[in-house]
């Protein structure tokens, strides 16, 4: 078994806040920019709909070192 000693503390919370938190605000972001852009897509005003494009913005817009 491996000792934790040597291994450094990972601020887990500042990497999560600082990847996933500025990922997750562009994806609404756009999410706001492309209804406002087209306004007859229905789909993008129901939750199922939003929550469909922000995880394929996510999944599109991984980190490099994330894919």
Known sequence: MESDEGKKHFPVRAYVQNTFGSLLNDALYQLE??????????????????????????????????K
């Open 33 to 66: 920019r492309t209804r406002g852009k087209h306004p007859e897509l229905e789909e993008l005003k129901t939750v199922k709909g939003s929550v469909k494009y922000i995880g394929e913005y996510l999944i599109k817009n991984l980190p490099a070192n994330e």
